[in-house]
């Protein structure tokens, strides 16, 4: 059995079935892991692609360096001439709009542990503020922000500030002086994104808001635009030892951290960080060995590559 195990491959085919028995869409996102002809068929691999349905969300997954995109719409009537719709009188800067149906912008998100009972992470931006309450419009749109937030049942992110914005009881605060409170649902998009949602909302029931209908606001969340998962393309056995090759989908350069495995039910071993895009790692042994290649970032790991086994005679 452990021998039809190290020869098994996982062919397109058998990938689309698995897929389709699962009934798990994340499995089939551009974002995940790709696998095609020739690739070892690795549990590490599927742990990665089945986590978004087999783990509930935690607060560690949450902290990192992500990129961040915002599709928004800010409410408004609508005239005759098909102009107001999700403008909502506020200025998106940096954003397009797509069609007549919203905006949308991107931008640079740290998520960082907190050493506080309340707030278990804060939030900081690069450029732009994507939170906002509903109730009190849109305050501080286009500035870099910090905002502490807490993870509720797995499901909702609650955060409060700006540090340095307040509103006082004639725009129905109770005790003086209040910070905003926004309130998303947050969700795996895939194996190394999370999607942040608000509405789509009515807001003509909350009191003080300028916008009127089609309120939402929605924030992707994807590690692969700051850390892109490599493309294991080549490993071959040659007199120096095993070369490996691989890529990025983007223009990060590195460093990448390799790693190997000696047996299949083993674990993977870290062999050094590199800042090229290729390795050779000098085996002696004959053997199998399995290899995978993640980028790395301030300490912090992509998900790993696809997974290729060489034999060494």
Request: glycine share 8%; proline share 4%; with cysteine.
């Amino acid at each position: 059995m452990k021998a039809c195990l190290n020869k098994f491959r996982l062919y397109p085919i058998v990938y689309w079935l698995f897929a389709a028995m699962l009934g798990n869409p994340y499995l089939v996102l551009a974002e995940s892991i790709s696998i095609s002809p020739g690739d070892t068929l690795s549990s590490d691999v599927l742990r990665d692609l089945m986590k978004p349905i087999s783990e509930e969300l935690k607060v560690d997954d949450l902290v990192g360096a992500w990129g961040a995109s915002q599709a928004v719409c800010l409410g408004g009537t609508v005239s005759t001439q098909r102009q107001g719709l999700c403008e909502g009188n506020v200025e998106l800067r940096g954003s397009t709009k797509i069609g007549g149906g919203h905006y949308e912008r991107t931008d640079l998100w740290r998520i960082e542990l907190l050493d506080r009972i309340d707030f278990s992470v804060k939030i900081s931006s690069e450029n732009f503020n994507f939170l906002f309450n509903p109730a009190l419009s849109y305050l501080v749109p286009n500035d870099p922000i910090t905002w502490h937030c807490e993870l509720s049942a797995s499901r909702y992110l609650s955060c409060v500030g700006p540090e340095n914005i307040t509103y006082d009881a004639t725009r129905g605060c109770q005790h003086g002086e209040c910070l905003i409170h926004v309130v998303m649902g947050v969700e795996r998009a895939s194996s190394d994104s999370l999607r942040l949602t608000l509405g789509p909302a009515d807001t003509k029931l909350a009191g003080g808001s300028t916008n009127l209908f089609g309120l939402f606001n929605t924030i992707t969340l994807n590690k692969g635009q700051i850390l892109p998962i490599p493309r294991l393309s080549s490993a071959k056995s040659t007199a120096a030892g095993v070369t490996l090759e691989w890529a990025v989908s983007n223009d990060f350069s590195g460093p990448f951290l390799v790693r190997r495995k000696d047996g299949l039910n083993e674990n993977f071993v870290p062999l050094g960080l590199v800042d090229s895009f290729t390795y050779t790692d000098e085996v002696t042994e004959s053997g199998n060995y399995w290899y995978r290649v993640s980028s790395e970032k301030d300490g912090e790991l992509s998900l790993g590559s696809n997974v290729i086994s060489v034999t060494v005679d």
